[in-house]
């Protein structure tokens, strides 16, 4: 069974820098790019940053970009995501997402993590 | 890049169906057949509903169906049950610069 495990969610002040985690289990990490897709409260599923298998590739929302790396550990099977610079509207439960395979170029995101908030406030 | 548009709200008795759209434009939607459909309970992860926009991934009841016409992609669901009662968000491929655009979600609900 596919699992995901999203940690190192918690609250920071504005400006301030955090990373996350998403260790995987039951499939090939290397070979399924992956994902983070964010949720503030009581809003809408965003799109945050991929990266491919190898993590050769990286993609980013133009809301993330020059403050969040996405980055992976293949021999650790886990995935991570530095932010920095936060601001208030990076509040949010973040998801890390199994691509549907090794590079991103179409497909769809499963399964998906249970999340971890992230609250940015001072 | 602008979210999809999908109605905030649908709702339906059980048994009956009901059918949520979800609006994008030529360069999402329109322009590739990568629209997947997700399923959220409060307080849960997202689960995978359609891939490609009519694929059914193993475990998911064929009472769920999905389609597209141009910009407008669809997700149908049949037979409605109370366990039916979530939000639902499409997503779109929307090429090598954007890469991923989600709907602005839908809340289903079984009278």
């Known amino acids: 069974e596919v699992q995901l495990l999203e940690s190192g969610g918690g609250l920071v002040q504005p400006g301030g820098s955090l990373t996350l985690s998403c260790v995987a289990s039951?499939?090939?990490?290397?070979?399924?790019?992956m994902n983070w897709v964010r949720q503030a409260p009581g809003k809408g599923l965003e799109w945050v940053s991929g990266?491919?298998?190898?993590?050769?590739?990286?993609y980013y929302a133009d809301s993330v970009k020059g403050r969040f790396t996405i980055s992976r550990d293949n021999s650790k099977n886990t995935l991570y995501l530095h932010m920095n610079s936060l601001r208030a509207d990076d509040t949010a439960v973040y998801f890390c997402?199994?691509?549907?395979?090794?590079?991103?170029?179409?497909?769809?995101?499963?399964?998906w993590g249970q999340g971890t908030l992230v609250t940015v406030s001072s | 890049q602008s979210a999809l548009t999908q109605p905030p709200s649908a709702s339906g008795s059980p048994g009956q169906s009901v059918t949520i759209s979800c609006t994008g434009t030529?360069?999402?939607?329109?322009?590739?057949?990568?629209v997947s459909w997700y399923q959220q309970h409060p307080g849960k992860a997202p689960k995978l509903m359609i891939y490609?926009?009519?694929k059914r991934p193993s475990g998911v009841p064929d009472r769920f169906s999905g389609s597209k016409s141009g910009n407008t992609a669809s997700l149908t669901v049949s037979g409605l049950q109370a366990e039916d009662e979530a939000d639902y968000y499409c997503?779109?491929?929307?090429?090598?610069?954007?890469?991923?655009?989600f709907g602005t979600g839908t809340k289903v609900t079984v009278l």
């Open positions: 039951g499939f090939s990490f290397s070979s399924y790019a």
């Open positions: 490609e926009v009519t």
């Open positions: 990266i491919s298998g190898g993590g050769d590739y990286t």
């Open positions: 997503s779109s491929y929307a090429g090598s610069n954007i890469l991923y655009v």
């Open positions: 997402a199994k691509y549907r395979g090794y590079l991103i170029a179409g497909g769809w995101f499963d399964p």
């Open positions: 030529s360069s999402d939607v329109g322009g590739y057949n990568f």
